[in-house]
């Protein structure tokens, strides 16, 4: 069976390449390369013994995307990563994340409905909830106005699916709302690359125990959390990877309930900033230079998903802990720099 997984070279993407071709599926990527690199495709070959079949494309040129289809008439899922992911970039330029992140999307279902067979997974994020009322935060609760285009282009995706799926019984759609991915694949091979200065915790952390960046810097400690820092749900990507090959057999195997559902994927398990810098520091046996500084514009508070639909529905849990999450990604980290 063919799945066309769209920005498959990117962090997520990669991973669940590997989930998918280790489950037998043959895979085609398409990947701009703005964001990631052909090693990757090598990384995933390294550690499944297969190359996926991969075409360099800019999903926002509408006659590629479908001049591509009309060679990939037997693809049977799309699983969707392709888009522009910084909060702070969409907000300095929001018509490159509005065309980047919805023009493409569009052009990726109006293709699917013309094969007349949809099975679609799109990469979502829990940035929908902005800050959640109640913890653990469900999939009933609210969508809050977007902090960033990037959040927005998120909701209007998710809006996007569902009313296309509404008029198109032959469409079949699973938006998996993200809690934040950390990690990289135990081989070493895979993983978050790192392309600028990380915007994300984790990376910096590594990036700050090896040497590269000088100091981390905690954005405040004054929240009304136990320790001050703010609290997320990180989850290992690998265990982020497998939801999305689960998603698809369920769509596959039509035991869809609708034919647009949305799922939580995290921990269920909230880590504060400094929960995560003491589980670093164990996992790399090494102490980490950090300061606090003032918050940063635009963060929650808190975030930690409620698993329990996907537990259920899905048949999966997450199943790596904070610390081998984070180890993973020091080990990445070292093999990146050898
Ligand atoms: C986590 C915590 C920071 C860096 C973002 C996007 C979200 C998704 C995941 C794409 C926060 C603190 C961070 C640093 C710090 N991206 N922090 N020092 O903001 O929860 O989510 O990435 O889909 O859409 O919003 O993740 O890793 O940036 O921050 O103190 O150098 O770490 O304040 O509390 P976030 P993050």
Redesign the pocket.
Known sequence: MKILVTGGLGFIGSHVVVELQNEGYEVVIIDDLSNSSLDVLEGIEEITGKQPHFEKLDLRDRNLVQEFFREHTDIEGIIHFAAS?A?GESVENPLLYYENNLNTLVYLLQEQLKLGKGNFIFSS???VYGQADEMPITEKASVKPAESP??NT?QIGEEIIKDTCKVNATLKAIALR?F??IGAHPSAKIGELPIGV?????P?ITQTALGIREQ?????DDYPTPDG??I?DYIHVVDLAKAHVVALKRLVHRQNKKNYEVFNIGTGKGSS?LE?IKAFERVSGKPLNYRIVG??E???IT?FASTKKANKKLGWKAESSLEEALKSAWDWENAMRK
């Open positions: 992911k909060v994020s829990c940035t990037y959040g998120k993200y934040n991915p990380p915007q994300n915790l984790v910096f981390l810097s905690v954005f405040g820092t703010c997320r900033v995560v918050r940063r635009g963060d929650v975030a």
